[in-house]
């Protein structure tokens, strides 16, 4: 048996509890996103500031979200006009303030008002520069999701950086340093969240004191293989046939966190989604900058040195 890691170790992992402690956090990520279909790939890659901006009460948190202007699609800043219009439609929603429970999940988004008011400047803009009908239907299907703050919660919440980072994370594990959980992943876009049965294990490393949470397991869902390709988010086909094949897929993912403060530095996150064509989702966030109080951590822009971010990814992650 594995002996529980003590505060003199880490501040952020005591007595098997793995904590968020950092009092001013204003931290800068790179997120990148790489979808294979097993006809082609395709990357989105974009940049967010997150502020913590305080506690409330219970270990309930708040932060702000903000993300940068550059949005690059196979490192292209997209000039056509659907993806225009996609990124054009989704500025409503930074700056996102929002409210996270004692273990680190996004539960309340608290400027819902101020989005709603950015929405109306921003469709009026997107009306008089992009008319066509494609343009029209963009407009209904980002209203529908504004109707009220638990349905743009339910959108947003299948986003990936805020479901990989705002997840329940920060919690007691075992003696062993371990749990055996099941986790929700939004792997098919907008159908709800597919679950998986997983082992969630902490590592520290005795030298840096970065702690590193690893988590894998496969795919444990009510809904059949059918269900979810054809994007239901109730187990529909299977309630018809009780022999329906079943999805099968995996999950591996890995978090580093800063030992003092439990500040998320990195994220890497594979899922694999067997069907007819198996489908691959890698999902990588990286700390660019933080800034504290005390001092500025900063790391080579991934703008213009990407190849030296290859290296220190491959350092972060190396068992």
């Known amino acids: 048996m594995e002996e529980a890691l003590k505060s003199n170790n880490t501040k952020a992992f005591d007595k ?3 904590t968020f402690n950092h009092k001013k956090l204003n931290a800068k990520y790179g997120c990148s996103v790489l979808f294979d279909d097993g006809k082609s790939k395709n990357e989105i890659r974009y940049k967010l500031d997150i502020t913590f901006t305080g506690n409330i009460e219970n270990k309930i948190k708040t932060f702000r979200i ?30 996102l303030h929002i409210k996270t429970n004692r273990k680190g999940k996004l539960i309340e988004i608290l ?6 008011n950015r929405w109306e400047q921003i469709k009026k803009k997107i009306k008089e520069n992009y008319k066509s009908k494609l343009t029209d239907n963009y407009i209904k299907a980002t209203e529908k999701s504004l109707v009220d703050k638990k349905i743009l919660l339910d959108k947003i919440s299948k986003d990936w950086f805020l479901n990989l980072y705002f997840s329940e994370i920060y919690k007691f594990y075992s003696q062993d340093l371990y749990i055996n959980e099941n986790l929700k992943y939004p792997i098919l876009g907008d159908v709800k969240p597919v679950e998986y049965k997983v082992i969630s294990k902490v590592q520290l490393n005795e030298d840096t004191k970065d702690i590193r949470l690893d988590i894998s397991g496969i795919i444990d869902d009510d809904r059949s293989a059918l269900d979810l390709v054809q994007k239901l988010d109730t187990p529909y086909y299977k309630e018809l046939n009780k022999n329906e094949k079943s999805m099968e897929g995996s999950c591996n993912l890995i ?53 030296n971010k290859k290296g220190f990814w491959s350092k972060i992650f190396k068992k």
């Open 16 to 18: 098997n509890h793995l």
């Open 66 to 95: 903000t993300r940068g202007d550059k949005i690059y699609i196979n490192d292209i800043i997209q000039n056509n006009f659907i993806d225009k219009l996609a990124i054009e439609t989704s500025k409503c929603l930074y700056p």
């Open 111 to 116: 400027n819902f008002d101020e989005i709603i």
């Open 255 to 307: 978090y580093l966190f800063e030992g003092k403060t439990g500040v998320i530095e990195a994220i890497e996150a594979n899922f694999e989604t067997k069907t007819s064509v198996p489908n691959k989702v890698l999902v990588k966030m990286f700390l660019l900058k933080k800034t504290n109080s005390t001092s500025t951590f900063t790391i080579e822009d991934d703008e213009v040195k990407r190849e």
